[in-house]
């Protein structure tokens, strides 16, 4: 069996680009917590994975929370107004080169998503339940282009036949008791 795929795997490059990326949360008419995401369209790094709305920091932005905002409303339309800042997570650094500064909020959520199609397939309201579900969290082996061989990658599994893992498990995997106990969004 492989080894379990862990940062080891891929040496994070000495100067890191600065990004950020809003984790919104929100409760439906039931009362049940959500997370969203988006879908990456199918081109870049990136292409077709699951990712919190997020990217580089520019230079006109005025902090990384500015460029977690600004890149939410630019991605799925979700205005800064509509969103409560309930805590700076901690930071992640991965090989392709960014040090991802992630911010939960709890969000309004907007009647229908508007995204940018060119950077977003779909958007995504996963319940965290499912994601807190045993049956939703495994492991496979996986041998990606550029990898140095198969390694065994931990992941949720999300309706559609979507995978979410990488960067994004690793900032969503600790939140999910804290959110669902009503530690950090009630």
């Known amino acids: 069996m492989p080894a379990l795929l862990t940062p080891d795997d891929f040496p994070i490059p000495k100067n890191l680009r600065n990004a950020a990326v809003l984790v919104p949360v929100f ?4 009362g049940e917590l959500h997370v969203v995401m988006v879908r990456r369209s199918g081109f870049g790094i990136h292409g077709g994975e699951l ?8 230079p006109t932005d005025a902090s990384l929370l500015a460029t ?5 409303e630019e991605e799925v339309g979700l ?10 997570l901690p930071t992640v650094d991965i090989p392709t080169g960014f040090r991802v500064a992630p911010f939960l909020g709890k969000i ?30 495994t492991e496979e082996d996986w041998q ?4 140095p061989g198969p390694r065994r990658v931990a992941f949720y599994r999300i ?10 498990y690793r900032i969503i995997t600790p939140l999910i008791p804290l959110l669902l106990n009503g530690e950090l969004a009630s």
């Open 27 to 30: 409760r439906d008419a039931a």
């Open 51 to 58: 990712a919190f709305p997020g990217g580089k920091h520019e």
């Open 68 to 72: 977690a905002l600004r890149e939410a």
């Open 79 to 88: 205005a800064a107004t509509n969103v409560e800042i309930l805590a700076t």
């Open 108 to 137: 309004r959520r907007p009647e229908v998503w508007q995204w940018q199609q060119r950077e977003v397939e779909e958007v995504l309201e996963i319940p965290l339940r499912h994601l807190a579900d045993p049956a939703q969290h």
């Open 144 to 147: 990606l282009p550029g990898w």
């Open 159 to 168: 309706a559609g036949g979507y995978k979410l893992w990488g960067a994004s």
